[in-house]
T-cell receptor
Framework: AQSVSQHNHHVILSEAASLELGCNYS??????LFWYVQYPGQHLQLLLK??????LVKGIKGFEAEFIKSKFSFNLRKPSVQWSDTAEYFC?????????????FGTGTRLKVLA | DAGVIQSPRHEVTEMGQEVTLRCKPI?????LFWYRQTMMRGLELLIY????????DSGMPEDRFSAKMPNASFSTLKIQPSEPRDSAVYFC???????????FGSGTRLTVV
């Protein structure tokens, strides 16, 4: 069965530190990959997405993610985090299976940035 | 576009009562999803509609939960009877073709006492 793993459940960083959140998926076919962000008390918002082409994807607010097909990974990065990046981050995979698209979310990573 | 609109934003109800959550997807989107989010279980897909037809309801926890999509611009999620363990934030999301990214609504925070 398809699955998405986010190994870091909680991450605490100081402002200006670099961020990398891991995301691995298990699915052998073609996938579309997403990162969502959920700020405290708010709904999920799309941060960035990968469908095809350049495996390095740039999203909003200085975030980027790299798709490494051989590693089944789509890690999220930001060179210098800000206090306002405190949020929960969800990786998601969309894959065609059994005649429909299956959209699977990871369990999320809670990021806390200390001012 | 007003985005995905959910109502109510907050609902507090007594155990045993019927609860109906409502969702208006983005115009033109043909896929609609209901999710439940709790601290313990994270984000769970409850049901997924494509072109108003339920495609995957394997996430619906039990018969107390039901969802309908009578037309392309409206969906409901009903819990009858409600129980305290149903307390959660329920999100509706819509997408074009189910392939692209989702747009989430602001959610309904349900508290069953």
């Amino acid at each position: 069965a398809q699955s998405v793993s986010q190994h870091n459940h909680h991450v605490i960083l100081s402002e200006a530190a670099s961020l990398e959140l891991g995301c691995n998926y298990s699915y052998g076919g073609t996938v579309n990959l997403f990162w969502y962000v959920q700020y405290p008390g708010q709904h999920l918002q799309l941060l960035l997405k990968y469908f095809s082409g350049d495996p390095l994807v740039k999203g909003i607010k200085g975030f980027e993610a790299e798709f490494i097909k051989s590693k089944f990974s789509f890690n999220l990065r930001k060179p210098s985090v800000q206090w306002s990046d405190t949020a929960e981050y969800f990786c998601a995979v969309n894959a065609w299976a059994s005649g429909t698209y299956k959209y699977i979310f990871g369990t999320g990573t809670r990021l806390k940035v200390l001012a | 576009d007003a985005g995905v609109i959910q109502s109510p934003r907050h609902e507090v109800t007594e155990m045993g009562q019927e609860v109906t959550l409502r969702c208006k997807p983005i115009s033109g989107h043909n896929s609609l999803f209901w999710y439940r989010q709790t601290m313990m279980r994270g984000l769970e897909l409850l049901i997924y509609f494509n072109n108003n037809v339920p495609i995957d309801d394997s996430g619906m926890p039990e018969d107390r939960f039901s969802a309908k999509m009578p037309n392309a611009s409206f969906s409901t999620l009903k819990i009858q009877p409600s129980e305290p363990r149903d307390s959660a934030v329920y999100f509706c999301a819509s997408s074009l073709e189910g392939k692209w990214g989702y747009t989430f609504g602001s959610g309904t925070r349900l508290t069953v006492v």
